[in-house]
Structures are given as C-alpha cells and as structure tokens.
C-alpha cells in the first residue's frame, strides 16, 4: 500500500497491450509486483468498439481489478488514438469522429469505475500550424469541444480531466504558457482541468533545449495531477524501462526535485511501450526491475 506523505506509484498498461490484455492477467501481475495502483488504457479497448462489447469488457476489468484492490486511477489516451489528429484535425469529418471517440472514451471510463480520463488532445497538420489563421480557427473549436466533452463527463460522473501536454510544436499545449493559457479559457467548464506531465517530454531536448527541466512544469503548483515517468536519453520520447543505460532521468534526484516544489504527494505513473517483437520475457524482466525502482519513491 502507498504510504501517507510520499509520492502514490502506479503504472500504465500500455506494458499490457498485445500480451497480458485478460482482466485477471494484468491485475494479477501487477499486484504481483506490489502496486495497487494502475492507468488503464484505452489500447485496451477501443471506445468505438459497439457499445454492448465495450461495456461488457470494462465490466470485466473493472471487477478484476477491485477483486485484487486495484484502483483505477484514470484512463487514458493510448498509441492507436495519439496515432490521429484526434480534436485538431483539420477537416470537419475527422474532429467529428474525435469527438465520437472521446464521447465512448468518457462512457467506458464511467463504466471502468474511475473518476478521471485523459491524454493529449491532438495534433494540427502541417498545413494548419503553417497558416496562423488556421491554427486559431482549430485552437477555438478544440476549446469548444472540450466545453462539451467536459460537461458529458461530469453528467456521468467523472470528477476530472488530465491533459498531457507533448513536446511537438503542432500540438497544444506544448509549453508551461500554453497550459497556463489553456487553464484560464476552460475556466469556466463543467469539470476542473488538470495536467499530466510525462518527465520524458519535459526533458525533451530538441525542443526545449540543453536546460530542458521537469522543474517548469512543476510551477503549475495544483493545476498538475501526476507524472508520467518513464527512461529516456532527452533526444527522443523514448518511454524505455528504468534500466536502460542510456538514460538520463535519476529517481533520487527526481524525488527531491518533487520535495522541493511542494509535490512529494503527487501520483506517478510508470509509462513504458516496448517493440511488439520484444520478447515477452524481456518485457515482463524489464517492467519488474523498473517497478521495483519506482517503488522506492514512495518511501
């Protein structure tokens, strides 16, 4: 169990997908491995899927995970939906398919039993970041379509929306600014917006810089609902294990880093993708260290 006054760890199941995709197969290795905590994603099921098989499937993981005292602390936005231009795209019939794709993701995290959803929220083409007029005219809609997104969710009982932010310049926010921006225009929504920083995308060179640094992202004092953490070298969004020997993200250094800035209470989520022609041995060996790592915040 978390203890009170330190860091709550947890884990996407983006590790899960294409392998341990059975409620009792996920819920069981990971209370394995000692956590009580997960982030489902919806790579596990899609929300287009026809609504009987979908709600019936949340169903199923939902009673897996309270059968091993599981929360479920949100569900999110996985590889298949980041793949789209999702609420920027910029045609009308694509931002319409998003906006049925987040309507089904809304209802079958309702149905998972989790108060919070989120994820990035798209991506413009090149065309659109490339003519100011455009970008604007997709910055207004998406923020029109999260008014409606949002007041969908709390009519179904969620409590909370978490935006990751991601380290592309076509995408929003992508900047400390652009959050702080974004915070005040939704405002006024149904449900309170809140951001999930990825340290990896924080640390992302390429865009940030040299200096790039977690510590920007932690001044959004209350507006940051958790971390996503993850191994990476600060040149790519690498989303490797802890082991990785590449890797430039240090779990003491990080821990205090969190002390500091007031977020020592603050969830972290372990997010890791793997080739889907690594070895499931591999996988698994690679998860468990790095878990095992991630553990010790918490202490």
């Given at each position: ?123 413009l083409s090149v065309r659109d ?145 793997y080739p889907f022609e690594a ?21």
């Amino acid at each position: 169990m978390n203890t009170a006054g330190a860091n709550p760890v947890g884990i996407n199941l983006s590790f899960a997908v294409k392998r341990w995709v059975e409620p009792e197969a996920w819920t069981a290795l990971i209370r394995e491995m000692g956590l009580d905590l997960a982030q489902f994603s919806f790579d596990l099921i899609d929300p287009l899927w026809p609504r009987a098989l979908r709600t019936t499937l949340a169903e199923q993981h939902r009673r897996a995970a309270e059968g091993q005292s599981i929360t479920i602390h949100s569900a999110f936005v996985g590889l298949a939906c980041y793949t789209y231009n999702n609420l920027l795209h910029p045609l009308p019939e694509g931002r319409e398919a998003a906006r049925l794709w987040w309507r089904g993701a809304i209802e079958t995290a309702a149905e998972l039993g989790t108060a919070s959803i989120g994820g990035p929220l798209g991506g413009l083409s090149v065309r659109d970041a490339q003519h100011p007029s455009r970008r604007a005219e997709r910055l207004e809609t998406l923020h029109t379509d999260l008014f409606d997104l949002l007041e969908h969710a709390r009519s179904l009982g969620l409590r909370e929306w978490l935006i990751e932010p991601v380290p592309l310049e076509r995408e929003t926010p992508h900047t400390v600014a652009e959050a702080r921006a974004l915070l005040a225009q939704l405002a006024d929504a149904a449900l309170p917006i809140r951001y999930c920083v990825d340290i990896g995308h924080a640390l992302y060179r390429p865009l940030y810089g040299v200096k790039a640094s977690l510590e920007p992202w932690l001044e959004l004092g209350d507006a940051l609902g958790l971390l996503h953490l993850q191994q990476t070298d600060g040149q790519s969004d690498s989303h490797w294990g802890l082991d990785d020997p590449r890797g430039v993200v240090k779990l003491d250094a990080l821990k205090s880093t969190l002390g500091l800035h007031g977020h020592s209470d603050l969830p972290i989520i372990l997010e890791v993708f793997y080739p889907f022609e690594a070895s499931d041995e591999f996988v698994l060996r690679d998860v468990r260290s790095s878990v095992a790592q991630m553990l010790k915040l918490r202490r």
